[in-house]
Every structure is written in structure tokens, then in C-alpha cells.
């Protein structure tokens, strides 16, 4: 009877003895939290990095569809070449300057003029809508004459391939859309003697030139309030 009445005492004692966690368990509780922080922390960066490179990936496969489009359009018309390395739609003869002028043939414009809807196709694609930021009609000279001489002649001939897109007879007019989507989409620019081919006869020439977005880049708005009157180029 007497143990019996010890083992209760002694029951009743531990029931109330409070719970101490010891260090070791304490250590091994904080090391658990630490490793699931450090899981669920790299779980994210694992996504935000596999979501960056699908952006990535979709980027560059916008712009190299968009470039097929370019290609494609170019195996169309005899003579003009696409630059896959440059991103450089290249019409060799078929828009080629005589020395020290800035004019073209009805012949080119007819060229240039016909060429163009494709181009504006292009742009206005799913595909490109998303990458594409423009398209620069660049100008070229022979290395004959001063530097700031040729910068204005090939300004000049790089704004005579836009006259030609804006010019109200010819063969091939452009449609005021098309007219409106080109003031919108295309850049002129001036080049001099950079990037000089063989020949004379070969550097005298223009080229278009397709820039892309960048990856987070917008593409600009269009321009609002123009008007219908693109004017008329100098004679």
C-alpha cells in the first residue's frame, strides 16, 4: 500500500514538471526552417530564371520569323538580296545612284514601290508587331569627295527612296495607308562612305536596314495628327 501511494505522488510530480526543449532540438528545429526557406527562395529564382530564358527564346524566334518573312518577300522580286547577318535588305542594280546624283529611274521607283507593301506586310505580321521597331532606308556613296559632302548626298538619296514611296503618279502608288503605315515604320538615314562596297558604282547604292526591339523594349506609337499631306519632294 505504501508503494502504491508513492507511484501516484510520483506521477503527479512529472504531470506538472514543465517541458524544457533542449539545445540540441532547438538547433535542429531552426536548421529544418532554414533548409525549407532556402528550397521555397531557390524554387523562385528557378522560375524567374526558366521564365526569363522562355521570353528570351520567344524573342529570338519572333525575329528570325520575322526575317523569313523579309526573305521570302525578297525571292519575289529579282535582285534584291537580304542580309541575314546585318538584318540589311540590299537591292544592288535595282536601286543604284549615277555618280554625284541622288535621283532614281521611274524604273527603280517602280522597284521600290512594289517592294515596299511587303515590307509593310511584314511589319504589321503577328510575328513582328511583337520585335519589330523600325526600318531605316539608308543611303550610301563612293568614297569620291569630302566626308560632310557625301553625308548630305547620301541623306539625299536615302529621302528620294521615301519621295518615291509618297509620289503621287508613277507605276505602283502607294494607297494612303500604305502611305501613312510607311511614315510610321520607316527611318531615314544618312551613311556617307561607310561601309563601302567593291566598287564605286557598288557603294552608290541604298539599303534598308530592319531594327528589332529590344527585349522589355515597347514599340513606338504611331504618329497621331499628321495628316494626309506627306508634300512633295524637291525636283
Sequence with gaps: ????????????????????????????????????????ALLAVTKTVTEQEAREAQYK???DNCMAIAVEA?????????????NVID??????????????????????RRFVPELLNMADSDTCQRVLKRIVVEGYTDKTGTYLANLGLSLRRS???????FKPNGPDPLTQAQKEAVRDVFLVGGFAF??????????RRVEMRIEFLGIDEKRPASVEGAGGDFGRCPI
Design 194 to 203: 561607310n561601309s563601302s562596297k567593291d566598287t564605286p558604282e557598288e557603294s
Design 61 to 63: 524566334a519572333d525575329i
Design 74 to 86: 525578297a525571292k519575289r522580286h529579282e535582285g534584291v538580296k537580304v542580309d541575314l547577318r546585318r
Design 91 to 112: 537591292f544592288g542594280d535595282r536601286a543604284r545612284f549615277d555618280f554625284n546624283s541622288d535621283r532614281l529611274s521611274d524604273e527603280q521607283e517602280g522597284v521600290l
Design 1 to 40: 500500500m505504501g508503494r502504491g501511494l508513492f507511484n501516484r505522488g510520483n506521477g503527479r510530480d512529472e504531470a506538472e514538471k514543465p517541458f524544457w526543449i533542449s539545445y540540441a532540438d532547438l538547433m535542429t528545429a531552426l536548421m529544418v526552417l532554414f533548409l525549407v526557406v532556402m528550397a521555397v
Design 159 to 165: 529621302q528620294r527612296v521615301l519621295c518615291a514611296m
